[in-house]
Nanobody, 123 residues
Framework: QVQLAESGGGLVQTGGSLRLSCAAS????????MGWFRQAPGKERESVAA????????YYADSVKGRFTISRDNALNTWYLQMNGLKPEDTAVYYC????????????????WGQGTQVTVSS
């Protein structure tokens, strides 16, 4: 199995930046696509960004394009979400997730999830 551990959330002002990290352990060879999702209070979980293990394919939600960047360090079995230009509407619990299939960005295609990390953007 794969275990995921997130870090890097926190409180930031509008326009600020944060970098989330997701460290994978266990059977990391089964990971084909890595993703970031978020869920705000009272809202459904939404896809934020995704990246294949090869790095050849990426996905970004329209709401974060140009502001967020997903990247990975395969040697460390870690992927990141660099978030710049943060807005109050980015406030949510952010989850990293791993999929055994390539080029997937929908939550039901992910089988392992981290515990979540809170990101709060103050206005």
């Amino acid at each position: 199995q794969v275990q995921l551990a997130e870090s890097g959330g926190g409180l930031v002002q509008t326009g600020g930046s944060l970098r989330l990290s997701c460290a994978a352990s266990g059977r990391t060879s089964t990971i084909r696509t890595m993703g970031w999702f978020r869920q705000a209070p009272g809202k459904e979980r939404e896809s934020v960004a995704a990246l294949t293990w090869s790095g050849a394919w990426t996905y970004y939600a329209d709401s974060v394009k140009g502001r967020f960047t997903i990247s990975r360090d395969n040697a460390l079995n870690t992927w990141y979400l660099q978030m710049n230009g943060l807005k109050p509407e980015d406030t949510a619990v952010y989850y990293c997730a791993a999929s055994p299939w390539i080029e997937r960005h929908l939550g039901h295609d992910y089988v392992r999830w981290g515990q979540g990390t809170q990101v709060t953007v103050s206005s």
